[in-house]
């Protein structure tokens, strides 16, 4: 049977291979010990030693003191919730992650480490990353290093949700994400963009850091003839992909401004 910590539930009943578990937060209450993923899992391979499991796909909705995922066949991890010190200590077969830190519950942004070597400790397989804006800056906290994560090098699809580009450390965290890694072929940034400085900028940095670029979608819900000057504008900024095309999509149009 699988052995869960105090406040976990499984919610889909006995799972078949690939054992999918998704597992929620039944209280408020911070659960104040290590979760250690090698911990969870479903029921052991016959033909191997106890301790490895077919756990594929992680979920969880919890607050934790300190969360390090220990999981050798772990393929996709999924988190809601607070911790004051993330680890991916072993996944070698990790190849997705998204995180979803708690805004309001930043933690101590004093950390012994950086927070990027931790984080991305060992998930060499990961190929899409999923971050909030609060992920952001929890993860630049205790500085950045020199050399980036090796975690990084063969990640394709980056995503970003509500992310502020005039939050500095948001800012100076995605910057640091993206040039760190070197075959990201998609990009994807829900955020508010208004043509203002520190957003040209951020563009100009996307445009001079991604070698294999094809395409810039805008999306633009509000405000459309502001897009279509700042888009004009971008079409100026020197870039290192050539070929890069640049696609305007009006989705709104706000009725102040025809």
Not at 40 to 62: C, F, H, N, W
Not at 119 to 128: K, R, W
Request: hydrophobic share 40%; charged share 20%; net charge negative.
């Amino acid at each position: 049977m699988t052995t869960l910590p105090p406040g976990f539930r499984p919610i889909s009943g006995n799972p078949k291979p690939p054992f999918i578990f998704f597992f929620f937060r039944q209280n408020a209450t911070k659960y104040p010990a290590v979760l250690l993923l090698s911990h969870i899992g479903a029921q052991p391979m016959k033909q191997k030693s106890e301790d490895q499991y077919l756990v594929k796909r992680l979920e969880v909705q919890m607050d934790f003191d300190i969360l390090e995922i220990d999981a050798a066949n772990l393929k996709w991890f999924e988190f809601y919730g607070t911790s004051k010190s993330i680890c991916f200590k072993n996944a070698p077969m990790l190849r997705n992650v998204n995180m979803y830190l708690d805004p309001q519950v930043l933690t101590d942004p004093s950390p012994v480490c950086s927070n990027v070597t931790k984080f991305f400790h060992y998930m060499p397989s990961l190929q899409e990353l999923e971050l909030c804006g609060s992920t952001l800056e929890y993860l630049i906290m205790g500085g950045i290093p020199e050399s980036p994560p090796t975690a990084l090098n063969n990640v394709k699809f980056h995503c970003i949700l509500d992310m502020c580009l005039r939050n500095v450390k948001e800012f100076s965290s995605v910057v640091y994400l993206i040039t760190s890694c070197p075959k990201l072929q998609e990009l994807r940034i829900e955020c508010g963009f208004t043509g203002f400085e520190m957003d040209m900028e951020f563009m100009k940095i996307i445009l001079a850091s991604a070698p294999v670029l094809e395409e810039i979608v805008w999306n633009m819900t509000h405000y459309i003839h502001r897009g279509t000057k700042m888009m004009d504008e971008m079409k100026q900024f020197s870039r290192v992909s050539p070929d890069v095309r640049f696609i305007f999509e009006e989705a709104y149009a706000d009725p102040e401004f025809p």
